[in-house]
């Protein structure tokens, strides 16, 4: 069940393990943390569409919350680990890793258990995608799709097009699926409109 006290999350990234990075931030003014427990993990991952309603069900009802809590601050850590790589590329021209900085992430995926098949995606046209599905028995099982997320944007996304918002307070990242390659903001309806406002403003102080 989605935390109500909180505003649903953020997903302006274009890719999940952006909308990962996003899960804490002040876009309305105060800090919020969409993974302040283990439910809230859930709950984003739900929103995300990483995990279905009826499974986030059954892994709520069927996994301690302490576990579930635990989860959640390994959540947070992989985060900020996923934060401190993506800050130490950011006036780099393409990805260059070295072994200990994948380590987090290869720790994670060589741990977990995933099947793997080609199904008929959601087009009706019967086109063939290919689909994985990790196996989530465990609280730890819920950063094995976070994990593939980021190893996904490490090896597939284009460095130049990983950007952060231009936003001079704003925390949030993006990866830049516009046709001119030029987008600015996390979102037009919040940075945007701000950066709008503030040249307004900024042009009727000189008249």
Request: with cysteine; proline share 3%; net charge negative.
């Given at each position: 069940?989605?935390?109500?006290?909180?505003?649903?999350?953020?997903?302006?990234?274009?890719?999940?393990?952006?909308?990962?990075?996003?899960?804490?931030?002040a876009p309305y003014g105060s800090e919020i943390e969409w993974l302040e427990n283990g439910q809230g993990l859930v709950s984003w991952m739900t929103a995300a569409g990483i995990l279905s309603v009826s499974r986030s069900t059954e892994i709520s009802g069927?996994?301690?919350?302490?576990?579930?809590?635990?989860?959640?601050?390994?959540?947070?850590?992989?985060?900020?680990?996923?934060?401190?790589?993506?800050?130490?590329?950011?006036?780099?021209?393409?990805?260059?890793?070295?072994?200990?900085?994948?380590?987090?992430?290869?720790?994670?995926?060589?741990?977990?258990?995933?099947?793997?098949?080609?199904?008929?995606?959601?087009?009706?046209?019967?086109?063939?995608?290919?689909?994985?599905?990790?196996?989530?028995?465990?609280?730890?099982?819920?950063?094995?799709?976070?994990?593939?997320?980021?190893?996904?944007?490490?090896?597939?996304?284009?460095?130049?097009?990983?950007?952060?918002?231009?936003?001079?307070?704003?925390?949030?990242?993006?990866?830049?699926?516009?046709?001119?390659?030029?987008?600015?903001?996390?979102?037009?309806?919040?940075?945007?409109?701000?950066?709008?406002?503030?040249?307004?403003?900024?042009?009727?102080?000189?008249?």
């Amino acid at each position: 069940m989605a935390d109500s006290t909180k505003p649903a999350p953020i997903l302006i990234a274009d890719h999940p393990a952006l909308d990962y990075l996003n899960t804490v931030g002040a876009p309305y003014g105060s800090e919020i943390e969409w993974l302040e427990n283990g439910q809230g993990l859930v709950s984003w991952m739900t929103a995300a569409g990483i995990l279905s309603v009826s499974r986030s069900t059954e892994i709520s009802g069927g996994i301690p919350a302490r576990e579930l809590d635990a989860a959640a601050d390994g959540a947070r850590q992989l985060r900020e680990w996923f934060r401190n790589l993506l800050t130490r590329h950011d006036n780099q021209l393409e990805w260059r890793f070295e072994a200990d900085q994948v380590e987090s992430i290869n720790r994670i995926l060589m741990a977990g258990t995933h099947r793997f098949r080609l199904q008929f995606d959601s087009s009706g046209e019967r086109r063939l995608e290919f689909a994985g599905q990790y196996e989530i028995d465990t609280a730890e099982d819920l950063l094995l799709p976070i994990a593939h997320a980021i190893a996904d944007l490490m090896t597939e996304m284009d460095r130049l097009l990983v950007r952060q918002c231009a936003g001079p307070n704003c925390t949030f990242w993006f990866n830049d699926l516009t046709k001119n390659r030029k987008r600015r903001w996390c979102d037009m309806k919040v940075c945007g409109n701000r950066a709008k406002s503030a040249a307004f403003r900024e042009r009727r102080k000189d008249a």
